[in-house]
């Protein structure tokens, strides 16, 4: 729940209506944008098929660059500045949170930001993005919403 009274400013749910990209390309630039920030992250999935697939794609997704990161199951893994994990804990105090693949955003005290990225074409996705939007709304969290343009994103509420 947002925190009331907090000195402490409540998790903003950002959410990304992916339209002309795949979460492959869209998430790695978000990630290195919080990296940039000196934020640190987690990505969570309903499905540990896609951590498997991110845990190789992060570290190959562009020639010149990789994206340090760990699934949360690996040793030392808390030091990590990206987890990838399907798990509602927060062992390396991230400042970010990603959800993917539907993945439910549980307790968002200690985070910053919350992003939900969701495949515009797929149905199932976008019912349950509206239905996170609704609740995390509910909880009292501010919440915007962002579609994806030809170049970058543009806010829409």
């Given at each position: ?15 990304y209506h992916l339209?002309?990209t795949g979460l ?116 009292g969290f501010p ?15």
């Amino acid at each position: 729940m947002a925190s009331e009274g907090s000195d402490r400013a409540a998790c903003e749910v950002w959410f990304y209506h992916l339209e002309r990209t795949g979460l492959d390309q869209a998430l790695p630039e978000l990630l290195e944008k919080t990296l940039q920030r000196g934020w640190k992250a987690i990505v969570r999935s309903s499905a540990a098929e896609r951590i498997d697939h991110l845990d190789g794609w992060l570290w190959s997704y562009r020639d010149e660059s990789f994206l340090p990161h760990a699934p949360s199951d690996e040793p030392g893994a808390a030091r990590q500045p990206i987890l990838l994990t399907t798990s509602e804990e927060n062992p390396n105090q991230a400042d970010a949170l990603f959800l993917i693949d539907g993945a439910e955003p549980g307790e968002l005290d200690g985070y910053k930001r919350c992003v939900v990225l969701f495949d515009g074409g797929d149905d199932d996705q976008l019912r349950n993005a509206r239905r996170q939007w609704s609740a995390v709304k509910a909880r009292g969290f501010p919440v915007s919403y962002w579609k994806q343009q030809a170049r970058g994103w543009e806010k829409q509420a």
